[in-house]
């Protein structure tokens, strides 16, 4: 058992998280300032004897502080995502997701913190050009003119400090690369494409398509991520490492629009818009992102597996009991 802080633990990936920690008896503080997240999240463990709540920013120094006294082991979460959020708030992006990072690392590698692991995200990649990405590529990041790869660059230095940390102190650092989670509890507000097509379809339609839908992404579970994320900070052997965190099946972004349809109502129309309707002048998107998940499946001795059919109907059930539909 040990003490655990949460930060970003009321939001969709922090939630499960969260769940799951509680679940093996550890003591848990979540911080979060529910910017993304929601108190609703926590609902079923609200009254758990090993949970505390705080709700606040981790950008505000002090109360980090508080939140991390006497934590054993970090899970740090929070940060501005969403490509649309950080599309259109590119200063919020970096000051959130650098400085109190730094801050947290800095307090760990003083303490008594054992692990800490550090959520970054397939967006570090950047425009990556190859098949399935390996935690060793390089970086292939858009101009500085284009606010979506502040998100992807700001996680990297995060990166590269905690990197730092663990090289020049010792401290337990493991980094997921977290490749497109979804489930229930995801929001669209913030961009997310399952969610946004779910309630779409739901709601009689039309299913809104970006460009003409060739992308390709690869959804995994959240209640799989989570798995993968606990049994990595149980592995001694994981400190010092990269790991991508995410499923590998391929799909285009049509394709996933027609099997939310084919699910809900095949009748629904799908509407294709171009990217500066959907984001703003200046946006470039990622065309293929698909991870290669040896390293993790070595160290969790596990990785998302789930297939689409399986995540499609556990986030349509959990946003029809939402609607109340
Ligand atoms: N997308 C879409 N319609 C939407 C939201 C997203 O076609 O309503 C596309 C988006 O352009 C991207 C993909 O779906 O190519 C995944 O978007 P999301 O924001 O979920 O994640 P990303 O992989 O871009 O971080």
């Known amino acids: 058992?040990?003490?655990?802080?949460?930060?970003?633990?009321?939001?969709?990936?922090?939630?499960?998280?969260?769940?799951?920690?509680?679940?093996?008896?550890?003591?848990?503080?979540?911080?979060?300032?529910?910017?993304?997240?929601?108190?609703?999240?926590?609902?079923?463990?609200?009254?758990?004897?090993?949970?505390?709540?705080?709700?606040?920013?981790?950008?505000?120094?002090?109360?980090?502080?508080?939140?991390?006294?006497?934590?054993?082991?970090?899970?740090?979460?929070?940060?501005?995502?969403?490509?649309?959020?950080?599309?259109?708030?590119?200063?919020?992006?970096?000051?959130?997701?650098?400085?109190?990072?730094?801050?947290?690392?800095?307090?760990?590698?003083?303490?008594?913190?054992?692990?800490?692991?550090?959520?970054?995200?397939?967006?570090?990649?950047?425009?990556?050009?190859?098949?399935?990405?390996?935690?060793?590529d390089g970086l292939y990041f858009g101009p500085t003119s284009r606010p979506r790869w502040a998100y992807g660059c700001s996680k990297a230095i995060d990166e590269f400090l905690a990197l730092a940390y663990h090289q020049k102190y010792g401290l337990g650092v493991t980094i997921g690369r977290f490749f497109n989670v979804v489930g229930p509890r995801q929001v669209g507000n913030y961009g997310m494409v399952v969610p946004r097509f779910v309630e779409s379809a739901l709601k009689g339609g039309p299913v809104t398509v970006y460009d003409d839908g060739s992308?390709?992404?690869?959804?995994?579970?959240?209640?799989?991520?989570?798995?993968?994320?606990?049994?990595?900070?149980?592995?001694?052997?994981?400190?010092?490492?990269?790991?991508?965190?995410g499923s590998n099946q391929a799909v285009s972004i049509l394709e996933l629009a027609q099997a939310v349809i084919d699910k809900i109502d095949p009748d629904i129309e799908i509407r294709f818009i171009p990217y500066n309707e959907a984001y703003g002048a200046d946006f470039e998107d990622v065309q293929r992102r698909v991870p290669n998940t040896d390293r993790l499946y070595e160290f969790a001795g596990q990785r998302p597996a789930m297939t689409l059919d399986r995540i499609l109907d556990d986030v349509i059930a959990w946003k029809k009991a939402e609607l109340s539909l």
């Open 1 to 136: 058992m040990a003490k655990c802080l949460v930060t970003g633990g009321a939001g969709f990936i922090g939630s499960h998280l969260t769940e799951r920690l509680l679940s093996q008896n550890h003591e848990v503080v979540v911080l979060d300032n529910l910017s993304t997240g929601r108190d609703s999240n926590l609902d079923a463990v609200r009254d758990h004897p090993n949970l505390t709540i705080r709700s606040g920013s981790i950008t505000d120094s002090v109360l980090l502080g508080e939140a991390a006294h006497g934590a054993e082991v970090i899970y740090h979460l929070a940060a501005a995502v969403g490509v649309k959020l950080v599309a259109e708030d590119p200063l919020r992006t970096i000051e959130t997701n650098i400085y109190p990072t730094d801050q947290l690392l800095r307090f760990a590698a003083q303490g008594n913190v054992r692990k800490f692991f550090l959520a970054s995200t397939s967006e570090v990649y950047g425009k990556h050009p190859g098949d399935a990405w390996v935690e060793d």
């Open 215 to 245: 992308q390709v992404r690869c959804f995994g579970h959240v209640s799989e991520v989570v798995d993968c994320v606990y049994s990595l900070v149980e592995n001694d052997a994981s400190a010092g490492s990269v790991f991508n965190i």
